[in-house]
Antibody, heavy 120, light 111 residues
């Protein structure tokens, strides 16, 4: 059973960089055909897709965030990471990592989510 | 503004059937059979209920079904139960500048 777990600071100051890591267990992040994704959800609002990284290392980003987002993978640690620069209060949200099957294009496994608050 | 349009809320009584719509364009819902539906209870993690328009993952009740007509996908829940009360989000592959888009979400209330 694949499991994903987000980790990182719960509080980030405005203009700084938000950094989160997702640790994958129960399977190798480099095997199979999967996208490893980040999604966020502001309190009381809907889901927003941030971006993803494929097993090969190729990435896709939400155009509205593309200039500030970097997603990377560390296969040796079975982890993938999110960096979001120049954050503002609007970036306050629960951040989820998830696995997307490249065949079905559905997010089949999700982390528990981590709340990141942007505040001074 | 979300790329896919869903009604903000729907409601139904126990035992009834409800349908949630998800309207996109020919660049997403209408052009590909990669529509997914997610259920999210308050404070919980989203769970995939339907993928590839109409396929149910193992363990998902057959009361949940999906379909598509033109640029609109639909999620139908039959035999409504109290536990179905949740937010539902559709998602689709898209050939536009971003490969994944979500709908704005629909709050289902079981009366």
């Amino acid at each position: 059973q694949v499991q994903l777990q987000e980790s990182g600071p719960g509080l980030v100051k405005p203009s700084q960089t938000l950094s989160l890591t997702c640790t994958v267990s129960g399977g190798s992040i480099s095997s199979g055909s999967y996208y490893w994704s980040w999604i966020r959800q502001p309190a009381g609002k809907g889901l927003e897709w941030i971006g993803r990284i494929y097993t090969s290392g190729s990435t896709n980003y939400n155009p509205s965030l593309k200039s500030r987002v970097t997603i990377s993978v560390d296969t040796s640690k079975n982890q993938f990471s999110l960096k979001l620069s120049s954050v503002t209060a609007a970036d306050t949200a629960v951040y989820y990592c998830a696995r997307e099957s490249a065949q079905q294009l559905a997010l089949d496994y999700w982390g528990q989510g981590t709340l990141v608050t942007v505040s001074s | 503004q979300s790329a896919l349009t869903q009604p903000a809320s729907v409601s139904g009584s126990p035992g009834q059937s409800i349908t949630i719509s998800c309207t996109g364009t020919s660049s997403d819902v209408g052009g590909y059979n990669y529509v997914s539906w997610y259920q999210q209870h308050p404070g919980k993690v989203p769970k995939v209920m339907i993928y590839e328009v109409s396929n149910r993952p193992s363990g998902v009740s057959n009361r949940f079904s999906g379909s598509k007509s033109g640029n609109t996908a639909s999620l139908t829940i039959s035999g409504l139960q109290a536990e179905d009360e949740a937010d539902y989000y559709c998602s689709s592959y898209t050939s536009s500048s971003t490969p994944v888009v979500f709908g704005g979400g629909t709050k289902l209330t079981v009366l």
